[in-house]
């Protein structure tokens, strides 16, 4: 199988792609990322050798450049996109080209080669819970309430359409916030561990009691790959954690893993329009693909404050933008 990845050296698409190695060894893999300040080819220098493996800089919003790739391959796993909330309230237009319109030339060669899509999106596009809510499942109806949560509901709904109207071999998931290896320190995991492995202050947004549901990377992953090969065509499923916690809870169980002061937190004012609470009902992807969260909070946040505390010099290098010299180095003659 020859897999197109969109988006494949940022967070997620990067973990996907070292899961993908691990799983399924024969495939060949082609990596299509434009290597904003989120992507980062670092991530994934152990395929630099790897004859099944290909990178390709280039910008899902190049449409010329997307019919070219999609028609060489068997599927298409999407991820790129601009992901981080804080930067869709300072500006939302890089949001809307990349997520819906770079979106729109994925699914128009989807559809002329007929290839198998999988389009990758969030839970954040239902909005936000009350306390009593039941969680989000895949009947919720979309409500996004932030300029990030609209491009990715917008860019949900071309999937649909094309599903409905152009009958494409597409699923689509819907998943929680994830956390791991690789992740940019602007979220608010990697961005509190780097900062208190440097003993500096954690800016908490507002009263710090917002709810998210934390998965970690390599569940996503799994699930990821499950719908792609398992999946129902047309089928939506949302993936989760099945661990709803308010975020100064789970900044206290970092702080304390980390052996850190909890005089290190700062409150901060809130974010705009701030969502209050996330969940997941993943019933679906359990009944249908026997798919669950494996791994349990604690567990995961010990590995990642260790993977960071190991690799404090990517993450030096990610905030001065430096790792971009690596494609230069690399690729960029090849
Ligand atoms: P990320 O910001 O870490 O990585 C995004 C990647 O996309 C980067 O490598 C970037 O260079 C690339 N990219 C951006 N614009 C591009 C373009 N126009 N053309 C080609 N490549 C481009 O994001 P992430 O956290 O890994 O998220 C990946 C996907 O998962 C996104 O679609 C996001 O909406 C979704 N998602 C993320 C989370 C989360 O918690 N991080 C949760 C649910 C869903
Ligand atoms: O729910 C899935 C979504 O999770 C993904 O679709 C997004 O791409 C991803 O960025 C993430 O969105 P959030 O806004 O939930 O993630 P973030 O890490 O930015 O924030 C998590 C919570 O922590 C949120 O309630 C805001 C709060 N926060 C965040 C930062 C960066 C703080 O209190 N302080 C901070 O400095």
Redesign the pocket.
């Given at each position: 199988m020859k897999l197109l990845v969109?988006?494949?050296?940022?967070?997620?698409?990067s973990n996907f792609i070292h899961y993908l190695r691990r799983v399924h060894p024969e495939y060949d893999i082609v990596n299509?990322?434009?290597?904003?300040y989120?992507?980062?080819l670092e991530n994934l220098k152990s395929l630099d050798q790897d004859p099944r493996y290909q990178f390709v800089k280039?910008?899902?919003?190049d449409r010329d450049l997307v019919f070219d790739l999609v028609k060489d391959v068997d599927a298409i796993v999407?991820?790129?996109?601009?992901?981080?909330v804080d930067r869709a309230i300072l500006g939302a237009a890089d949001f809307v080209?990349?997520?819906v319109l770079?979106t729109l030339n994925l699914l128009d060669a989807a559809k002329e080669f007929k290839k198998r899509f999988h389009h990758?999106?969030?839970?954040e596009v239902f909005g936000a819970l009350g306390p009593n809510d039941p969680p989000f499942n895949e009947h919720t109806p979309y409500n996004p309430k932030n300029p990030y949560s609209a491009s990715?509901a917008a860019a949900d709904h071309l999937v649909r359409s094309y599903i409905h109207t152009h009958k494409i071999a597409a699923t689509i998931s819907?998943?929680?916030?994830?956390y791991g290896p690789y992740?940019?320190p602007e979220?608010l995991i990697p961005l509190f561990i780097s900062k208190l492995l440097n003993d500096e202050r954690v800016p908490v947004y507002g009263d710090g009691q917002q709810i998210r549901d934390w998965i970690h990377v390599e569940d996503?992953a799994r699930g990821v790959d499950l719908i792609l090969h398992r999946g129902r065509l047309g089928e939506t499923y949302c993936l989760g954690g099945n661990c709803e916690i308010p975020n100064l809870e789970l900044i206290r169980g970092l702080i304390a893993l980390m052996g850190k002061d909890e005089t290190l937190i700062e409150y901060v004012k809130d974010r705009p329009g701030h969502d209050r609470r996330y969940a997941i009902n993943f019933t679906k992807a359990r009944n249908e693909l026997s798919w669950e969260p494996r791994i349990k909070l604690e567990e995961g946040l010990q590995k990642t404050i260790d993977w960071y505390q190991k690799n404090q010099d990517w993450v030096d290098r990610c905030k001065s933008g430096e790792y971009q010299e690596y494609y230069v180095k690399n690729y960029s003659n090849k």
């Open positions: 969109t988006g494949g050296a940022g967070f997620i698409g299509l990322d434009k290597l904003t989120a992507g980062n280039g910008d899902i919003c999407h991820f790129a996109a601009e992901t981080h080209k990349t997520n770079g990758i999106s969030t839970d990715k819907n998943c929680s916030n994830n992740q940019f979220k996503h």
